[in-house]
Structures are given as structure tokens and as C-alpha cells.
């Protein structure tokens, strides 16, 4: 028999693949023969260095986010190419609610504009208006106070009847106190921690779920939090969206966002937070499930974290 | 209330469903979910992070374009890494005269030291700067594998992945991702003979 198969059992020893009968067979060549004794010392030097390579060469978060913001846009323009029209809702740069916003907006100054260009046909019937015009006096409370008027868009100009006629928005501040369990309250945070741009606002709307009284079992509130945690893209929005979590009861839609965050989250604390939130399930006697144990397998076996390495590890070997 | 899409706490197979009929959103969060793993392949295969992002766009759009007809039949992470995989030995077919330094070799290249004054990581004072040296030579040795070579190498020792996944990834036996080890492990011990 030949080194050169002990040389391949060497190399497969190594990165752990070698089967039991053949480790055994390996181990009592090695016993008998220096060569092959110098030749694993080497191998295992070898292994060390890709350890360094392997810190050296790590994918960092902006390198990430930079990838993901060039690939929403490729995939705009596929959407496009393949349908004749946009079909991806900008998911990354704009948030929704915002994209829909200025949609209508930029619908409703282009319809506006194209109805006051229309020339206007005489002996042509007036318009049936879907919103009848409010007169002032029904307008007297909202126009009070420090209410902005934006967006005037005049649909009568008054130069023949005497009467304008327009559209505007307005836009009042509103000062509003209570407690995270009153609905109206929980709209306001909610359309916040959602649509706001300003991530130091979304980061309060979530810290308000996160600290104040715990919020009750409501699937909505929960489903934004969960949403928060998984796309949100400041992390303390996501961390606190983790909290707010926490303390609500644990089910298979909290624990799925655990494990996709344990799972995916570019932030090793976030993800320490997951694992540790998981506890309800990986400190339970008896098995764990089989999309709970492939996540732990895959984080045991790559995740850059010691920490997270190390219980997944530690969990795994637990329920074995 | 405004009800929120329940879709954020969904498993992969729902969103792959969503997304093979038309919603856009699932499959986006479908990409966010492995997108990371896709990056780190591309990140260790190839020599730049342009070069990395271009492999992982590629990658993407390819599923995006055949995710109406994944069946299934094995899991979604096998079929995007083996997409992933082909699109990396591919890539260096057609870019094989690209040649550009990474990044650490950037940075280490004021005070670089001759390949054969390698230190003991235990007897200088400057250990990153040691380690970012045999970095570099792990590195330019690894990019001097042949394609399937340095796949395997990578996917095993940089990323974790054990034969038999790898042996999915590939799209070819376990027999022969052993042979590709060995040969990949032979040489880059040729390569760093002074080293080792």
C-alpha cells in the first residue's frame, strides 16, 4: 500500500471527514511512519492558515447592503423588461407607504394638469364631482390653529362665475399622551415604526412597544413588530422590535421571526438576542423541529459569532 | 388598523410559492434570507468585492428568472448555492485576465515582507499585521487553484460546508469532491511549502 492513500485519508482527517473504520486505520499507519507524521503536522498548519483566511475574508454589512440596493435595482428593470411595467414595490430606498404617496401625488398634479389644459366645451354638462366641494364654514376647525396649507390646485379660477374652486392639503399638528394598550395610540406608533423615514422616529415608535407596559397578545401589533425586526434597516429598530416581542406570549410566528433573525440578521447582537429569545423552545425537554435544527446546524457550523457557534453547538448536542 | 402581510414570519417553501406567482415582495425577502451566504461564496471565490457583487447579482437574477420552475424537489438553499456555485466557475471562465488585488493586500502592501520571511505568529508583537500576511499567501495561493479546485477548498474550509452538501452544490458525486480536496490540498501545500 502506497502513502499516497494515507495522504488522502490525512487530508480527509483534517476537515473532519474521514469515517470511523478508516480514522482507526490511519491512526495505526501514522503510529508506524514518520513521513506521514511530518506530512499531518503540515496539514495542520495548513488548516490553521485558512482559519486566517477565513477572518480575513469576511463579508462585511455595507458590502451586503450595497449588493442588495444594485440587485432591487436590476430587478426593477426585469420587472419591467418582462411585464412592460413596474412591478417591484420599492422595498429598499423608498419606503411603501412613501412610494404610494408620491404615485398619487404625481397622479393627481398630472390629472390636474391635464384637466385645466382641457379646453372647455360650451353647452357641456358640469361634472359630477365623486367628493362634493366643502364650503368654509365646514372648514372653519381644520383650518384653525397651526394647521399648513400645502398643495393648493385651483379647479376654478373664479374669472368667469366669480366662485374659485380648489383642492389643498392640510396638514395639523396633533399632540396626543397615553399608554401603548390605547388604540389610538398604537395606530400613531404603528404608522410610525412603518412608514416614518426618519429611523431616530421609527426607533421611538419601537422603543414605546419595547419598554412601556406589555403590550397585549394583539396579532396586528405583532405582526408589525415582527415585520420591524426583519426589514427594518436601523438596527435598533430591529432590536427593539426584538424586545417588544419578548415580552409578548411566544408562538410560531414570533419564534419563525427569531429563527429568521438568528438565521439571517447581518448583526451579530441581534442575532445573539435571537438565539437567547429562543430559549423557550431550546430549553425545553425532549426534540426540537427540524427548521429549528437545521438553522442551529447552519449557525453552529458558520456563524462568524463564538458565542453563537458555541450554544448552537452546545443545543445541538443536547437533543441529539 | 391597517393589517400588515403576515408574510414576514412565513417559511421558505410559502414565500417561493408567493413569489412563483408574481409576488415580488416574497421573493425579495426570499433573497434577504440567504442573500448573505450567496455574498460570502462569491466574497472567497473571487478577487474583488465588484467582482463579488456582479457573481451575486448574477446569481439572483437567475433564480428570479427559474424560480417558476423550482419544483421543489430539493431544498431552495441546494439549488441557489448550486446556481451559485455555477455562475462563480463560470465567472472566472470569462474573466480569467481580471486580475485585482483584495483588499488586505492593498493595505499590507507599504510594508509587505519577501514570501520568505513569514515570522512565527507567536514571536512578533504585530500579529495582525502576520496574519494579514499569511492571509495573503493562503489567498494568492488559493487563487491559483484551478476553478473546481478552489470551489471545493473554499466551500470546505472557508465556509463550512460538509461533502455531501457540497457534493449538491456541485451537482456531481462525493467521490470526486474528496479527489478535488485532496488535489486542492496538495497543491496549496506545494504552494506554501515554506510556510508549512
Redesign the interface.
Known amino acids: 500500500m502506497t502513502h499516497k492513500k494515507y495522504q488522502r485519508m490525512l487530508v480527509l482527517s483534517l476537515s473532519g471527514d474521514l469515517e470511523k473504520n478508516e480514522t482507526a486505520e490511519l491512526e495505526r499507519h501514522l503510529a508506524t511512519c514518520a513521513g506521514c507524521r511530518r506530512e499531518r503536522a503540515a496539514l495542520e498548519k495548513l488548516n490553521g492558515f485558512s482559519t486566517v483566511l477565513h477572518d480575513a475574508v469576511q463579508v462585511d454589512d455595507a458590502l451586503l447592503t450595497e449588493a442588495r440596493s444594485e440587485l432591487h435595482v436590476l430587478l426593477q428593470r426585469e420587472a419591467r423588461a418582462s411585464r412592460g411595467g413596474g412591478r417591484f414595490m420599492p422595498a429598499l430606498h423608498i419606503r411603501p407607504a412613501w412610494g404610494y404617496s408620491l404615485g398619487f401625488a404625481l397622479t393627481l398634479v398630472v390629472g390636474v394638469g391635464i384637466g385645466l389644459m382641457r379646453p372647455f366645451q360650451p353647452g357641456e354638462q358640469p361634472r359630477t364631482e365623486t367628493h362634493p366641494p366643502v364650503t368654509t364654514a365646514s372648514m372653519t376647525s381644520p383650518l384653525a390653529g397651526r394647521t399648513r396649507i400645502t398643495n393648493v390646485q385651483f379647479l376654478d379660477r373664479g374669472t368667469t362665475s366669480g366662485t374659485v374652486e380648489f383642492t389643498f392639503d392640510a396638514v395639523t399638528p396633533v399632540h396626543m399622551r397615553g399608554t401603548v394598550d390605547d388604540p389610538g395610540v398604537q395606530k400613531v406608533l404603528v404608522s410610525a415604526l412603518l412608514n416614518d423615514d426618519n429611523p431616530g422616529v421609527r426607533l421611538s415608535a419601537a422603543n414605546a412597544f419595547a419598554s412601556g407596559t406589555p403590550v397585549k397578545s394583539d396579532s396586528a401589533i405583532k405582526t408589525v413588530m415582527i415585520k420591524a425586526l426583519l426589514s427594518d434597516p436601523n438596527i435598533g429598530v430591529r432590536k427593539q422590535a426584538l424586545a417588544a416581542l419578548r415580552s409578548m406570549p411566544f408562538d410560531d410566528q414570533i419564534r419563525a421571526a427569531f429563527l429568521a433573525t438568528l438565521k439571517s440578521d447581518a448583526n451579530p447582537g441581534l442575532r445573539i438576542a435571537a438565539i437567547n429569545a429562543l430559549d423557550p423552545i431550546l430549553s425545553q425537554p425532549g426534540e426540537i423541529d427540524q427548521s429549528v435544527r437545521d438553522v442551529l446546524q447552519q449557525r453552529a457550523r458558520s456563524d462568524r459569532n463564538d458565542y453563537i457557534r458555541l450554544k448552537a453547538k452546545a443545543v445541538l448536542l443536547e437533543k441529539q | ?6 408574510r ?4 421558505d417553501n410559502d414565500l417561493i410559492r408567493k413569489a412563483q406567482e ?1 409576488d ?2 416574497a ?3 426570499l ?7 450567496v ?2 461564496i462569491a ?2 471565490y473571487v478577487l474583488s ?1 465588484d467582482e ?2 456582479d457573481i ?2 448574477e446569481v ?2 437567475r433564480v ?2 427559474g424560480l417558476k420552475g423550482f419544483r421543489f424537489r430539493s431544498e431552495f438553499s441546494t439549488w441557489l448555492h448550486r446556481i451559485t456555485v455555477n455562475v462563480c466557475l463560470s465567472y472566472k471562465a470569462s474573466h480569467r485576465s481580471y486580475s485585482r488585488p ?1 483588499k ?1 493586500d492593498e493595505e499590507a502592501d507599504d510594508d509587505r515582507q519577501s514570501d520568505g520571511d513569514i515570522v512565527d505568529p507567536a514571536a512578533g508583537p504585530d500579529m495582525d499585521a502576520v ?2 500576511e ?2 495573503r ?3 494568492a495561493a ?1 487563487l491559483d487553484l484551478a476553478p473546481k479546485h478552489r470551489m471545493v477548498f473554499s466551500l ?8 455531501k452538501e457540497i457534493a449538491a452544490m456541485m451537482d456531481c458525486a462525493e467521490g470526486t469532491v ?1 479527489r478535488y ?2 488535489d486542492a ?2 497543491k ?2 506545494g504552494q ?1 511549502k515554506d ?2
Open positions: 388598523m391597517h393589517i400588515i402581510d403576515p414576514v414570519a412565513m417559511e408574481g415580488t415582495d421573493f425579495e425577502e433573497v434577504y434570507r440567504h442573500d448573505r451566504s455574498l460570502s466574497s472567497r468585492a463579488a457583487k451575486y447579482q439572483f437574477l428570479y428568472r483584495r488586505h496574519r494579514s499569511i492571509a499567501r493562503v489567498d488559493l470546505r474550509h472557508l465556509e463550512g460546508y460538509s461533502l474528496k480536496l485532496f490540498t496538495r496549496m501545500r506554501l510556510l508549512v
